[in-house]
Each structure stands twice: as structure tokens, then as C-alpha cells.
């Protein structure tokens, strides 16, 4: 069974850093690509990051490029997302996403998984007051 399981959320002020933590079981990080969404209140889900773990390759939204970084750790089975200059804006819910990497499509720096992504974990609030 796959599980997602995100922690590091909480409350920082704008400029400030946070780390998100995506613990995963149940499936082989080189077959699957996992990502990073988020959703702010009143807004639709959006992709932030995404990593493909058989290669490593990394894809970031435009909002956070230069921003957020995406990494792996194959010994701990574990997604993190180091969020730098963090803005009012990131404000949301963060949610870490999995599926087969052959549902990620990419073309140049974007991406997405069509379908799916089928696996998702709980979420984990993110807020960044001004």
C-alpha cells in the first residue's frame, strides 16, 4: 500500500525558510515520480515541484523557481521541499503527490501527471504572514 506522509508545516514570516518532509512507503522511488502541490483558500490546486526518481530530474512552477528546491533521499524513502524566501502568497496547503513516472508528461520546465497523480498524502499548512 502507498503511503504519503508530509510534516514541517507551520508559521513563518516573509523572508523566512521552512522544510517540508514527504515520508513514503509502499512503492520504489525509481519507478515513480513524486511532486509537491498546494492549494491557498478559494484556489485550485496548484503544481509546485516535482522530482522523477530514477533520474533525479527536477521541475519547479514559475511562482517558486529559484525559490524552492526539491530533493530526495532514497535511504530514508523521504521527498523534502526546502522553501527559501518564503512570501504572504505560499500561503496554503501543501500536499506531496506521487504516481508511475510514466504518467509525467514535461515539456521544457513544466510538467504534470496525466492521469492522476493517484497517490496523495494528508497535507500540511504552510502559512507566511507579512
Known amino acids: 500500500e502507498v503511503q504519503l506522509v508530509e510534516s514541517g508545516g507551520g508559521l513563518v514570516q516573509a523572508g523566512g525558510s521552512l522544510r517540508l518532509s514527504c515520508a513514503a512507503s509502499g512503492f520504489a522511488f525509481d519507478d515513480y515520480a513524486i511532486a509537491w502541490f498546494r492549494q491557498a483558500p478559494g484556489k485550485g490546486r496548484e503544481g509546485v515541484s516535482c522530482?522523477?526518481?530514477?533520474?533525479?530530474?527536477?521541475y519547479y512552477s514559475d511562482s517558486v523557481k529559484g525559490r524552492f528546491t526539491i530533493s530526495l533521499d532514497n535511504a530514508k524513502n523521504t521527498v523534502y521541499l526546502q522553501m527559501n524566501s518564503l512570501k504572504p502568497e505560499d500561503t496554503a496547503v501543501y500536499y506531496c503527490?506521487?504516481?508511475?513516472?510514466?504518467?509525467?508528461?514535461?515539456?521544457?520546465?513544466?510538467?504534470?501527471?496525466?492521469?492522476?497523480?493517484?497517490?496523495w498524502g494528508q497535507g500540511t499548512q504552510v502559512t507566511v504572514s507579512s
Open positions: 522530482i522523477v526518481g530514477m533520474n533525479g530530474l527536477t
Open positions: 503527490a506521487s504516481d508511475s513516472a510514466s504518467t509525467l508528461y514535461t515539456y521544457g520546465s513544466n510538467w504534470y501527471f496525466a492521469p492522476g497523480p493517484d497517490y
